[in-house]
């Protein structure tokens, strides 16, 4: 059974393609000539997606045609060469030409997930009773489509990682003037207001004692983009201890929601030969 559908993954897969150097099959400096080999980049891709979904080590996702080492040794090269990043970027320039990002009303918010290993991008958490774990700070748009995503220690502040995350807008490009950021409770200090009023942003804070459907205002998108991103095993696990690493897999899982959520908004709209005619992509 495949780790994503065929209708996701396959639009992934085509991104991503679009950016990995051109390789040949054997190497051609080897002595003898008879090299092994290389693994076609597709199949380490299906095994990378797999330990994404399953949360699996590469030892246990391995298989006779793609060995654990190969795919450690491909993850380190692709993160390397920044093909993380730049995966999210396509996926959202095809979102904003085909659906169109809804940037008047903007969210922020930060989440802890566990890293049981430590690593770079690891600090303890002040909701796990000190165990280590890492901060997701995400920014959507008002559907809930992931913009920058910035991450640090789970004992880092989710208010100095505000002017980060906000620092990705300027990457989309000419923003709409008016827009209207939410955030918590938790930033309603002066220096986030100042920031916001930099960026010639309007921020919303949630007030203290309102009821959660009031207090939660427009900030509800962000929150299930949260929920969407914890869904995959590496979120939960958090087992990866190198930064680059880490990112490689937190900008993959944000392409992959993306991409969902475009399928989705576009299957009505649009129509083309793998086209899902249900909501749940097969």
Known sequence: MPAVPGSLFEPIWHQCSALLPDRPRVDPTHPLGRH?????????????????????????????GCSDRTIRRRVKEWAEAGL?????????????RMIGLDLADV???????????????????????????????????????????VSAGANRHAAPLLGPTLAGLAALGPRPPGITAHRDRGDAGGPTRVL??????????????????????????VERTHAWMNGD?????????????????????????????LIREARTRYRWPTRPTARRLK
Not at 37 to 53: E, G, N, Y
Request: charge should be positive; hydrophobic fraction near 40%; glycine fraction near 10%.
């Open 196 to 221: 916001l009023a930099a960026l010639a942003l309007t921020g919303v804070i949630a007030r203290k004692g309102e009821p959660a459907p009031l207090q939660a205002g427009l900030r509800w998108p």
């Open 84 to 96: 993380a990043e730049a995966l999210p970027a396509l996926t959202l320039a095809q979102d904003d």
């Open 36 to 64: 092994r080999r290389r693994v076609p980049d597709r199949v380490v891709f299906a095994h990378v997606v797999a330990a994404l979904v399953h949360g699996s080590g590469s030892a246990r996702i391995a298989s006779p």
């Open 107 to 149: 969210a922020v918010d930060g989440c802890v997930t566990k890293a049981p290993c430590g690593g770079e991008k690891a600090g303890r958490s002040p909701v796990d009773r000190g165990q280590r774990g890492r901060k997701r700070s995400v920014l959507t748009d008002a559907a809930g489509i992931p913009l920058p995503v």
């Open 233 to 261: 095993g590496t979120r939960r696990r958090g087992t990866e201890q190198r930064g680059p690493i880490v990112d490689f897999y937190r900008f993959l899982a944000a392409a992959f929601v993306v991409t969902r959520c």
